[in-house]
């Protein structure tokens, strides 16, 4: 069967029609005919693989990667890069249009480019599978648990892809202990040029032959620092080499500040886009030096380092104790008027404002599920003079802006970013006054 694509909708899915019924493919552009199959049919709308073009569009271009379309990792690379911006924007301003009685389309800013389209990401995740006496690295295909394997990742930095086949073949070398991986996560850092791996191990696991699989790896590749180990009866990774997560840990350099990443704790895959991001909250956050500061979760203090620099104080809350512990570190290390403190904002933020409630200036960045609960609690017992609120999901950033409308606050700006070239993903800065 054959559908025309009207046009792109977030999640990277081309919509079409099929007797009226709207049906989502992948890999595709505006305009285009092409043959599908049905995998997955509601009462209102059906999932569909793409089996053939057969009209293509004349934007299409041939994808970097080899791999594209059976990976899983990317969704655009079939779109030239300043059309994924467009779609993007188009995405973002769509979804914002829910919004009642809001001219969102003025409101709503020029989506930021990121600097390189490729060879960003210094975070990758690979699944390991064992065929034989050979052990592969790979994907699973989108929306699927079809193992794929892959030899090169185009938006990897150099640093990650450089380890891909190395890393494999010391993996085969030791098939016997590697078949007790489930996945290999790789780290990296320009600004340091070092990076750590982490195995994702079942829970009963020889550590003593790991250790002999890390000692290769390290050997192999000597930018490494470390190489650790993670079972779901951990709570963190744990260094091979016990070493400690200072040891460990990643250094990135972020607006004049040596920011430390400890193996466990989160960072923007994105390292060059990361720091626009920085510079645009603290230039809409707009703080002066008697402005304090609240950051919901804060994680390792990425933003909040910078903030601090021109605020009377910030406080970090954030649940992850690990990163608590990075953050203060970072804190101390950069000389920051900034503490973090270990606190699930879901439940026990009621508690904390009670104790401390004053602040001029809200900055929340939270999962892709947003912040409804907390936004509740908060805007109950805190007026802050502005809310900066950093989304990586659009849909959860409508509802929460909802919320927070209905409270007072209007909408001052939206800043969309493209933290994820090649992918549907983007992330939105949005600022808000009373």
């Not at 990667?65 to 924007?89: A, N, R, V």
């Not at 009642?100 to 600097?115: A, F, G, K, R, T």
């Not at 590749?221 to 400690?244: H, T």
């Not at 570190?329 to 404002?353: P, S």
Request: aromatic letters at 8%; one cysteine or more; proline letters at 6%.
């Amino acid at each position: 069967m054959q559908i025309e694509v009207e046009k792109i909708v977030f999640g990277g899915w081309g919509l079409g029609r099929l007797n009226g019924k709207a049906v989502f493919v992948p890999y595709v552009l505006p305009g285009e005919v092409v043959e599908i199959e049905l995998s997955l049919t509601k009462r209102d709308y059906a999932f569909a693989k793409l089996k053939r073009i057969v009209s293509p569009s004349p934007d299409r271009q041939e994808p970097k990667c080899p791999h594209f379309g059976t990976c899983g990792g990317c969704d655009y690379q079939h779109i030239p890069y300043t059309l994924q911006l467009e779609f993007k924007q188009q995405q973002i301003r769509e979804e914002l249009r829910r919004l009642p009685e809001i001219n969102i389309d003025s409101l709503i800013c020029p989506i930021i480019p990121s600097s390189q389209p490729f060879a960003y990401r210094n975070r990758l995740k690979l699944r390991v599978k064992r065929e034989g006496y050979t052990v592969k690295l790979g994907t699973y295909k989108k929306n699927t648990r079809s193992f794929t394997p892959i030899k090169t990742c185009p938006v990897a930095e150099p640093l990650i892809q450089e380890m891909l086949i190395p890393l494999e073949e010391v993996l085969t070398q030791h098939a016997a202990i590697a078949q007790q991986l489930t996945a290999i996560e790789l780290f990296s850092s320009k600004d340091e040029n070092r990076g750590f791996i982490v195995f994702k191990t079942l829970v009963e696991v020889n550590k003593k032959h790991l250790v002999k699989m890390a000692e290769t790896i390290m050997t192999v590749l000597p930018s490494l620092k470390d190489v650790l180990y993670e079972n779901p009866a951990f709570v963190y990774p744990r260094s091979l080499f016990d070493k400690g997560y200072t040891q460990s840990g990643l250094i990135f350099k972020i607006d004049g500040n040596l920011l430390l990443r400890y193996p466990g704790t989160f960072f923007q895959v994105n390292t060059d886009q990361n720091r626009e991001l920085i510079k645009i909250v603290t230039a809409l956050a707009d703080i002066t030096s008697q402005d304090s500061v609240l950051e919901l979760y804060a994680g390792i203090g990425n933003l909040s380092l910078s903030l601090a620099k021109k605020a009377k104080r910030l406080v970090g809350l954030e649940m992850n104790a690990l990163a608590v512990k990075n953050a203060n570190y970072n804190a101390q290390r950069n000389k920051a008027r900034a503490v973090f403190k270990r606190l699930d904002v879901e439940t026990e933020l009621e508690e904390f404002l009670k104790e401390d409630n004053l602040f001029e200036l809200l900055v929340v960045d939270p999962p892709r599920t947003g912040c409804i609960r907390a936004l509740k609690t908060c805007l109950g017992l805190l007026q802050p003079r502005k809310i900066v609120y950093i989304s990586c999901h659009p849909a959860t950033l409508t509802r929460d802006l909802r919320f927070i409308l209905n409270q007072g606050y209007k909408i001052e700006s939206i800043q969309p970013l493209d933290m994820f070239p090649q992918t549907h993903h983007l992330e939105t800065v949005a600022v808000l006054t009373q």
